[in-house]
């Protein structure tokens, strides 16, 4: 049966951008946490006090927290009196044109790897960004493996050994360890009682609210979350695709149209990656393709963005002779090395598959290329000497490191700047185009 827990261990299933910040400030705030990961190396440096993920002021919280002795790593789960589950919820790709579908083999082999050292009491919380219906589908896969245990069902008032939550994290990359504490937390248990197991572990270390409703509004809640920045990017997307068709200034359209007191446009951008806007859209459309048409259009309008990049780029080397092509930024988003569903990568990607010419790849957030761009020959460069070298500049993450440059690095060169960094070298005013020895320097989105 069900009893107070006391929350004195904490075991966290996923050391990866969301789990290894959680374990970290879990141990912070006193507790005794088990990181849980299969890589090896992964476990290896965090044992070390090491990292093998950017993220701001982790480095020092971690090795802390592993020389104070409340943070530990290893490779299987082990006894705790809470399991928090932060494991990727990539998509399968299917036949093309079909719609992608949630790849939930990761949370299942999670809870079947922490389901044999669970004892009456525990509480496991799924953070994993998930389609709705999961948190259930996890207590029936830990039924099936523990059936020695009773586990909660859908709103269920029934006794339970097994207490099952979801609460999706909502952190910013870059600023992950202030948001997990500051940020509100939407808590779905599987029941009453489990929402109230929740939110007295959270209370342990967020000082945001804790908001309480059921496990399948909670899901959606973070999907809808993403689904609406998601459709909000596809229209700047959108207007920069016909603001370039009627030879107009994409950057002086938004910045006009956002005096309007009640408008608030996005900037234009090469598309839309990382784990979860790129993603989370999908879920939706997944579960209710009839009914989440304009969901599905702006997912097309952001995943078709890069090819019209590349499209560009291929236009303008295709009047130059033997170019070098040097493209600016990897990841997803500035100042973080996190290169999953980048839009970045998959245009240095694809200009390295389809020209036959010299490609530099710029990121200053990482140690090596990716081996994808090293098999395809690309070759990675510092800022300068790129920038020196480089015929053709194609702008795809405004980290700091470039906004520290001026317009004059990118004199007698074609540019292609997808981020709107010139406008902003130039405090905010476009300026006239300027021309050099190897033709007209663009501003092309």
Not at 92 to 105: S, Y
């Amino acid at each position: 049966m069900s009893r107070k827990l006391p929350y004195s261990r904490v075991s966290v299933v996923g050391l990866g951008y969301i789990g290894l910040p959680t374990a970290a400030v879990l141990a912070a705030h006193g507790i005794d946490v088990i990181g849980v990961d299969i890589s090896k190396e992964a476990v290896n440096a965090i044992n070390a006090g090491r990292i093998h993920i950017v993220e701001p002021g982790l480095a020092a919280l971690v090795q802390r927290a592993v020389g104070a002795g409340l943070l530990r790593a290893a490779e299987k789960p082990e006894a705790a009196e809470v399991f928090v589950i932060a494991v990727p919820t990539p998509f399968l790709q299917d036949t093309a044109g079909a719609t992608p579908t949630p790849d939930l083999n990761y949370i299942r082999a999670a809870a079947e790897s922490i389901a044999p050292v669970l004892k009456p009491g525990d509480l496991v919380i799924l953070e994993s960004t998930s389609p709705v219906g999961t948190t259930e589908q996890m207590s029936q896969w830990l039924q099936s493996a523990r059936g020695d245990l009773v586990f909660p069902q859908r709103d269920t008032n029934s006794p339970v050994d097994i207490h099952i939550a979801h609460c999706p994290e909502r952190v910013l990359p870059g600023r992950v360890l202030e948001e997990l504490v500051e940020n509100d937390r939407i808590v779905g248990g599987l029941s009453a009682a489990c929402s109230d197991a929740a939110v007295a572990f959270y209370r342990r270390f967020v000082r945001g609210n804790c908001i309480v409703t059921d496990a399948r509004t909670a899901e959606l809640t973070k999907l809808t979350e993403n689904a609406f920045r998601d459709t909000n990017i596809a229209f700047a997307n959108e207007m920069a695709l016909i603001c370039n068709h009627l030879n107009i200034d994409v950057w002086e359209l938004i910045r006009l149209a956002n005096r309007h007191p009640r408008v608030d446009i996005l900037n234009p951008g090469p598309g839309v990656g990382g784990h979860c806007i790129a993603v989370d859209p999908w879920f939706i459309v997944s579960s209710a393709p009839e009914q989440a048409q304009l969901i599905k259009q702006a997912r097309t309008v952001n995943d078709t963005r890069p090819t019209y990049i590349v499209e560009q780029v291929q236009r303008v080397v295709h009047s130059l002779k033997n170019p070098v092509i040097a493209c600016l930024g990897l990841a997803f988003k500035p100042d973080i090395d996190d290169l999953r569903e980048s839009p970045a990568m998959q245009i240095t990607l694809q200009l390295a598959k389809t020209l036959c010419c010299e490609l530099l790849a710029v990121e200053p957030n990482i140690h090596c290329l990716p081996r994808t761009l090293v098999e395809l020959a690309v070759e990675f460069a510092d800022l300068d000497s790129a920038l020196a070298r480089a015929d053709v500049v194609v702008i795809l993450v405004d980290h700091k490191e470039f906004l520290q440059l001026n317009t004059t690095h990118f004199s007698h060169k074609s540019v292609i700047d997808t981020r709107g960094l010139l406008p902003r070298l130039d405090n905010g005013e476009r300026g006239e185009p300027q021309r050099g020895s190897r033709g007209l320097l663009t501003d092309t989105v």
